[in-house]
């Protein structure tokens, strides 16, 4: 496809060299640091099982932030932090 039939939006990055621009976020550093551990290690440890316990957090993390109190929140927060940095592992353990 020629960039004069694209979108508005991707006739900007038409031509353009792609860059992973996500690898400059904390997370998926520290994703990357976690599959590389998790691989360097030789667990039997599959980007399923890493899928199914992100999953798990954010779940969690969901049933806390509906909670009326402030401290199951202030947890549901930090969960949901692990949950995405972990929801990067799958990715990285992937490859």
């Known amino acids: 496809m020629t960039c004069a039939r694209q979108s508005c939006a991707s006739r900007a990055t038409c031509g353009a060299k792609a860059t992973p621009k996500t690898r400059h976020w904390p997370d998926a550093r520290s994703a990357a640091l976690m599959a590389h551990q998790l691989s360097m290690a030789h667990t039997a440890v599959t980007p399923s099982q890493v899928t199914m316990a992100s999953t798990a957090l954010g779940m969690l993390s969901a049933w806390l932030f ?30």
């Open 66 to 95: 509906a909670q009326p109190r402030y401290w199951p929140r202030l947890v549901a927060a930090v969960l949901f932090l692990v949950s995405t940095t972990i929801d990067g592992v799958d990715g990285e353990l992937a490859r």
